[in-house]
């Protein structure tokens, strides 16, 4: 079962910057497409950015311009950079883990305010 470490999520300012991060252990991590996704009160999950094992990226429209997924095999860490944050931006990131199936990270709470 994969385990998953995730930090970095706090509360910043309209504009402000971010970068989360994610270990994952207990899984032969360059296997793995590794992804944030986000849930914002009320809403659905989506997807915010997946990487492939040999970097490959994939954003969702809203972030696009603005985050940047990024991945260090050597350390079983994937990162989320977040600029130029919005209000909108406001949710619980979770760290995913896709081979097959998909593993959950335990969410990280990011807030943004204006």
């Known amino acids: 079962q994969v385990q998953f470490v995730e930090s970095g999520g706090g509360l910043v300012q309209l504009g402000g910057s971010l970068r989360l991060s994610c270990a994952a252990s207990?899984?032969?991590?360059?296997?793995?497409?590794m992804g944030w996704y986000r849930q914002a009160p009320g809403k659905q999950r989506e997807l915010v950015a997946i990487?492939?094992?040999?970097?490959?990226?994939n954003y969702g429209d809203s972030v696009k311009g603005r985050f940047t997924i990024s991945r260090d095999n050597a350390k079983n860490t994937v990162y989320l950079q977040m600029n130029s944050l919005k209000p909108e931006d406001t949710a619980v990131y979770y760290c995913?883990?896709?081979?097959?199936?998909?593993?959950w990270g335990q969410g990280t709470q990011v807030t943004v305010s204006s």
């Open positions: 995913a883990a896709t081979r097959g199936s998909t593993s």
């Open positions: 207990r899984i032969i991590f360059v296997n793995y497409v």
């Open positions: 990487i492939s094992s040999g970097g490959s990226t």
